[in-house]
């Protein structure tokens, strides 16, 4: 069992919670819980860690049946993790990998496609990557200087769905959205300038939504790459929706034609 925070494997997990340049460096991120414990696929796997308390509870159950884990001590597994009431167990994981043409999505299947640029919040973040996968989004570009999306709020939210909805960084969305009009999909901003409101337009064809960041929305370099502008209706004094919200709500408009 392990019983010192100066033990090299604890004190990487605490620098894999903290710091992206630490999980870049080595490819991985932590996932805490029993569910995502259960969501990482076992190629993704490398290491799991259990507290004293989680193996006394499940020694019974095939919880941990054929698992390779590391034991920790109460009081040094909390210091491992990045919630205030860790669950007993995490996971180290290895980073997925995605190309471009995995993100249009398998054969005979019309490809929905979201363009994140720019979003801060590690829960919008998180939100979209699970509603995405709930609504048959086959892939998510999203830019260089978009949150983490392995920094450990970002997983927690995506509830699993960071291991099935593909997705990428990328330096130039300006090019990525060229790439998907060669590949004959049409590309939607939602716009205060859009003249159609968004239930208005065809998205059972390749379809690809932009969504900008939560302050600034598109820039201008962006929304210039659209085909269309579409408008999301507001009531009172509202001008815009938060970005989780307003991708969900296009998100679902392509599923429900679909």
Not at 186 to 209: M, W
Request: net charge positive; glycine share 8%; proline share 3%.
């Amino acid at each position: 069992m392990i019983t010192s925070i100066t033990n090299a494997q604890v004190k990487r997990v605490i620098q894999l919670n903290k710091k992206s340049k630490v999980r870049r460096e080595d490819h991985c991120f932590v996932a805490e819980g029993l569910k995502l414990f259960r969501e990482t696929p076992e190629k993704l796997r490398k290491n799991v860690f259990v507290s004293e308390t989680f193996l006394n509870e499940h020694r019974s159950d095939d919880t941990l049946k054929g698992i390779s884990f590391e034991t920790v001590s109460d009081a040094v597994f909390e210091r491992m993790c990045d919630t205030k009431t860790p669950q007993g167990i995490l996971t180290v994981a290895v980073m997925p990998e995605y190309t471009r043409e995995q993100l249009l999505g398998g054969s005979g299947r019309a490809s929905l496609v979201m363009i994140l640029e720019d979003l801060q919040d590690p829960g919008n973040l998180g939100t979209i990557l699970r509603t995405a996968e709930g609504a048959g989004v086959t892939g998510i570009f999203m830019s260089s200087r978009t949150a983490d999306v392995f920094q450990p709020k970002v997983i927690r939210s995506t509830m699993g769905s960071i291991y099935r909805v593909p997705f990428r960084r990328e330096d130039d969305l300006a090019d990525v959205c060229s790439w998907l009009k060669e590949k004959r999909v049409r590309i939607f901003a939602a716009h205060l300038k859009g003249k159609n409101t968004y239930r208005g337009e065809d998205y059972t064809g390749g379809t690809a939504f932009l969504i900008g960041n939560e302050g600034n929305g598109l820039s201008d370099v962006l929304s210039a790459k659209a085909d269309v502008l579409i408008r999301i209706p507001m009531e009172g004094k509202v001008e815009s929706l938060n970005a989780a919200v307003a991708s969900a709500l296009l998100m679902y408009a392509a599923h429900d034609q679909r």
